[in-house]
T-cell receptor, first 113, second 114 residues
Framework: KNQVEQSPQSLIILEGKNCTLQ??????????LRWYKQDTGRGPVSLTI?????NTKSNGRYTATLDADTKQSSLHITASQLSDSASYICVVSAKTAGNKLTFGGGTRVLVKP | EAQVTQNPRYLITVTGKKLTVTCSQNMNHEYMSWYRQDPGLGLRQIYY???????DKGDVPEGYKVSRKEKRNFPLILESPSPNQTSLYFC?????????????FGPGTRLTVT
């Protein structure tokens, strides 16, 4: 069964600090991995999309890494800001008919001043 | 502005009263999808559509219907809503399904069924 597990479920960090979120997946065959940011009560917004051949991808202060061998990804937030407070969702696409997306449960990040 | 819109944004209704949540996109996307999001369960796909007149079930289709008569619209229909359909609903679209195409989400519809 295709699954995406994220850790931690939630974390609190001080403004200006860095943090790293983890994503482990068992989706096969793998097509791509996406990280989304979701503000409370709003729709998810894409941060990065990585294919099998990509090890790292950045979007401003967000840097995602992918290890397709161990089926792990991480999202690193540098110099956190209050606006980074949100849920971060890891989503993996399977290379099958319909390219089904499997969503992780998300990590809720709270940045405190 | 490229966007996915949903209406209504908030809805409180009673068990059994048919309702429709509309979804529209202005990006000429072929692929559209509906999700529900519940605490602790993440986003789950209800139905999706690869193109006009082509729809298929997602992971949790029971109690829902959809139609895709035009490319830009993908309404979600609850013929007889029940309290277990109380949830936050998102419509999403992408150019096509598959590959690394960006998926754009609407702002969400918070539905409460009493």
């Amino acid at each position: 069964k295709n699954q995406v597990e994220q850790s931690p479920q939630s974390l609190i960090i001080l403004e200006g600090k860095n943090c790293t979120l983890q994503c482990n997946y068992t989706v096969s065959p793998f097509s791509n991995l996406r990280w989304y940011k979701q503000d409370t009560g709003r729709g998810p917004v894409s941060l990065t999309i990585m294919t099998f051949s990509e090890n790292t991808k950045s979007n401003g202060r967000y840097t995602a890494t992918l290890d397709a061998d161990t089926k792990q990804s991480s999202l690193h937030i540098t110099a956190s800001q209050l606006s980074d407070s949100a849920s971060y969702i890891c989503v993996v696409s399977a290379k099958t008919a319909g390219n089904k997306l499997t969503f992780g449960g998300g990590t809720r990040v709270l940045v405190k001043p | 502005e490229a966007q996915v819109t949903q209406n209504p944004r908030y809805l409180i209704t009673v068990t059994g009263k048919k309702l429709t949540v509309t979804c529209s996109q202005n990006m000429n996307h072929e692929y559209m999808s509906w999700y529900r999001q519940d605490p602790g369960l993440g986003l789950r796909q209800i139905y999706y559509s690869m193109n006009v007149e082509v729809t298929d079930k997602g992971d949790v289709p029971e109690g829902y219907k959809v139609s895709r008569k035009e490319k830009r619209n993908f309404p979600l229909i609850l013929e007889s809503p029940s309290p277990n359909q109380t949830s936050l609903y998102f419509c999403a679209s992408s150019l096509v399904q598959g590959g690394s195409y960006e998926q754009y989400f609407g702002p969400g519809t918070r539905l409460t069924v009493t």
